[in-house]
């Protein structure tokens, strides 16, 4: 597999499973947290880390579950309560209100998933409550000594650390926020292209339908090069009998046949199922001679080639009327006419035929 592809895969798995990833990474800070704490002696926040640790391993699985409201809500509250409790124990200068600014990416990016038109006011109030619970904190304790003194060395490691939680919430964060949107790019742009080729397709057999098949014939029409194309009409010979014989899936079945037989033969043609069971064949560069001997050659191969339906061996032939480009000729409409007609004549007398001239 190429390291491309790994890339790929794994970005999209970090945007499909961004929550979990949350909650993991809030579960791993607050180890961290306690360690440090622990050898500070800080016990009353390594109690309280441990406690936000079982928070956090209880909304890894909720996550896994699927309940991702009060997981969103836990962090909120958690994160909140830690910040306030932390700068009481041990200072302002310890940096434990960093811990605030790394959940506001989580709230406005969880929180567009989670609410939907007037309820995103939700996510603006909820900023509004964090941004007011900090600056209750930088009044209250920025200059008020804290509970617990540090050394200075672990403080600065405290400092450190939630500046780097910050810095990388806010870059982590942006960064699945622009690879969603282009997932979400790609996303949409191939469900164009497959409503597109929807358009301009039959569904059954993978062919030009006549809306995509008729912008073909007009354009080669209407280009200054010089114009050297014929058209086939080709028609499968009593296909409403298949039908009423052996049911509307063997029916399904020869078209898809006889279909693929004739894309495999003319891979430089535009090929249309026009309607039913007929087919029109768009033969660019091809002068009349070139293009009867290369659909007589189509019509034997069709003919020696039966179709087998649940162990019968069916027999099918199609009926062809061919034309050439001519210069009188106003719309494709008015080509596709003409060998739809010799088509019908060849119907008239035999089947399994080709029918070029009037």
Known sequence: MKSREIIGKLLHFMVDNTFLFTV??????????LMITWYAGVFPLTLFNILSVIIYLVCIFLCMRGHIMPVYMSIIIEVSI?????????GWKSGSYNFLFSIVPIIIYFGSYLFKGIRRWIIVLTLALIFNLYALLYIRYSNVNPV?????????????????????????????????????MMGLELTNKQLSADASEDALTGLLNRRGFIPRVEALMQSEKPKHFCVAFCDIDNFKLINDTYGHDCGDEVLRHVTSLIK?????????????????????????????????????LIASSPVVFFNKRISVTITIGLTKYMENFRKA???IKIADERMYYGKQHGKNVLVFED
């Not at 069971?277 to 001679?289: G, N, P, S, W």
Request: glycine fraction near 4%; hydrophobic fraction near 50%.
């Open 264 to 300: 495999n033969e003319m891979r430089d043609c535009d090929i249309c199922r026009w309607g039913g069971e007929e087919v029109v064949i768009l033969m660019k560069d091809y002068d009349v001679a070139s293009a009867k001997q290369k659909i007589e050659a189509l019509r034997k």
């Open 333 to 335: 409409e008015d080509l």
């Open 148 to 184: 617990f003194e540090m050394p200075g060395t672990v403080r600065n490691i405290m400092m450190i650390f939630s500046s780097f939680v910050m810095f990388f919430s806010v870059v982590f964060y942006s960064s699945i926020y622009i690879i969603s949107s282009e997932i979400e």
């Open 24 to 33: 993991a990474i809030m579960c791993l800070v607050h180890v961290v947290l």
């Open 82 to 90: 830690y910040s306030t409790i932390a700068v009481y124990y041990i």
